[in-house]
């Protein structure tokens, strides 16, 4: 299989923005084949460690260098706008508005057919593994640097 046909898996960034299809599965749904609230997080996760993985950034490493480095979430605003449904192709899409010292600050947003159904503002802080911030690496912040943007006017 050549690589060209494989799909991208973790998405792709367009611009300044990472998008990350995702199918709605039984799953991520209640008994009322609505996406259960807690399942949002869990998309959006996937969209903000994607947009890292494709810009270069990888866990793993961070897992391994010295000191052994992660992401916290720290502060999340959210906003429900619609249900999405069993079966529903999702776009995820995560945009870093901020990556200074610790931390950043990253707008995401979920669309279905091209329509916000769930917003959120997240504020996340590099930690050691005592759970202490840490100042970003300079790799990660060249890594992220040129992606970093201004927060959409949809807000």
């Known amino acids: 299989m050549s690589d060209a046909s494989w ?6 960034i367009v611009g300044k923005v990472h998008h990350l299809p995702i199918r709605v599965y039984y799953e991520d749904t209640d008994f009322t084949g609505i996406v259960y609230h ?3 997080l869990k998309f959006a996760e996937r969209g903000r460690t994607d947009f890292l993985r494709v810009a270069g950034v990888h866990h793993s490493e961070l897992q391994e260098a010295d000191p052994p480095l992660a992401f916290a979430v720290h502060k999340m ?6 249900p999405a449904r069993i079966d529903d192709e999702l776009l995820v899409e995560t945009r870093y508005v901020a990556a200074r ?3 950043f600050d990253i ?3 979920i669309l ?4 916000p159904i769930w917003r959120a503002m997240v504020r996340a802080a590099c930690i050691d593994g005592a759970g202490r911030p840490k100042r970003m690496p300079v790799s990660i912040i ?3 640097g040129a992606y970093v ?3 959409s006017q949809s807000r």
């Open 112 to 115: 279905r057919d091209g329509q």
């Open 38 to 40: 807690a399942n949002y």
């Open 149 to 151: 943007s201004e927060p």
């Open 77 to 82: 605003e959210i906003e429900f706008l619609s």
């Open 107 to 109: 707008e995401q947003v």
């Open 7 to 12: 799909p991208d898996l973790a998405g792709r």
């Open 142 to 144: 060249d890594a992220i």
């Open 101 to 103: 010292g610790a931390r």
